[in-house]
T-cell receptor, first 113, second 112 residues
Framework: DTEVTQTPKHLVMGMTNKKSLKCEQH?????MYWYKQKAKKPPELMFV???????INESVPSRFSPECPNSSLLNLHLHALQPEDSALYLC????????????FGDGTRLSIL | GQQLNQSPQSMFIQEGEDVSMNCTSS?????WLWYKQDPGEGPVLLIA?????ELTSNGRLTAQFGITRKDSFLNISASIPSDVGIYFC????????????FGTGTRLKVLA
């Protein structure tokens, strides 16, 4: 069982909907991450949070809006998504943003109609 | 975005055989990691390597951090059916810009 919990596991939404993906970890990690993974491709980094502050945004479109309410929670707010945004969205955490490995949740599979 | 080159892309092997795969980059990394991803799940960390030349084992898995810091290797000995999945390497560097970049993946299929 993964120690990074993501909800929901699956999400289907229309292009005009607003929804949120949630991620939680209780390992005391101070860095959290969002990744996007298309089918048969490796995960690609979207956002990095360190000590609850956004430290890296890999040029992600503004229709994706991350939020870190506290050190255990990470949200990804979605609005006006496009069909090409359909993918597996993975959350990860690590002790810090340094030479420390990331531990992943099982992801939210998102489908945009 | 940038990806690391992993080979082979996929492989079929007989149960009990040993498996080797590698990951190469044009850039230097401070840390190399190996993950396994099963369908419907997130990547699971198998081995982390922190020093050039380091050789680390985790059960039947052995991984090495290349001397040039531009490559890494993973070996699986005596493969079993549950080894099926996609194996990803990842390179991590914090020199300058933070980078955590995944390889293109090796899909392993084991024939019983």
């Amino acid at each position: 069982d993964t120690e990074v919990t993501q909800t929901p596991k699956h999400l289907v939404m229309g292009m005009t909907n607003k929804k949120s993906l949630k991620c939680e970890q209780h390992m005391g990690h101070r860095a959290m991450y969002w990744y996007k993974q298309k089918a048969k491709k490796p995960p690609e980094l979207m956002f990095v949070y360190s000590y609850e502050k956004l430290s890296i945004n890999e040029s992600v479109p503004s229709r994706f809006s991350p939020e870190c309410p506290n050190s255990s929670l990470l949200n990804l707010h979605l609005h006006a998504l496009q069909p090409e945004d359909s993918a597996l969205y993975l959350c990860a955490s690590s002790q810090g943003v340094g030479n420390q490995p990331q531990h992943f949740g099982d992801g939210t599979r998102l489908s945009i109609l | 975005g940038q990806q690391l080159n992993q080979s082979p892309q996929s492989m079929f092997i007989q149960e009990g055989e040993d498996v080797s795969m590698n990951c190469t980059s044009s850039s230097i990394f401070n840390t190399w990691l190996w993950y396994k991803q099963d369908p419907g799940e997130g990547p699971v960390l198998l081995i982390a390597l922190y020093k050039a030349g380091e050789l680390t084992s985790n059960g039947r898995l052995t991984a090495q951090f290349g001397i040039t810091r531009k490559d890494s290797f993973l070996n699986i000995s005596a493969s079993i059916p549950s080894d099926v999945g996609i194996y990803f390497c990842a390179g991590l560097t914090t020199s300058g810009t933070y980078k955590y970049i995944f390889g293109t993946g090796t899909r392993l299929k084991v024939l019983a």
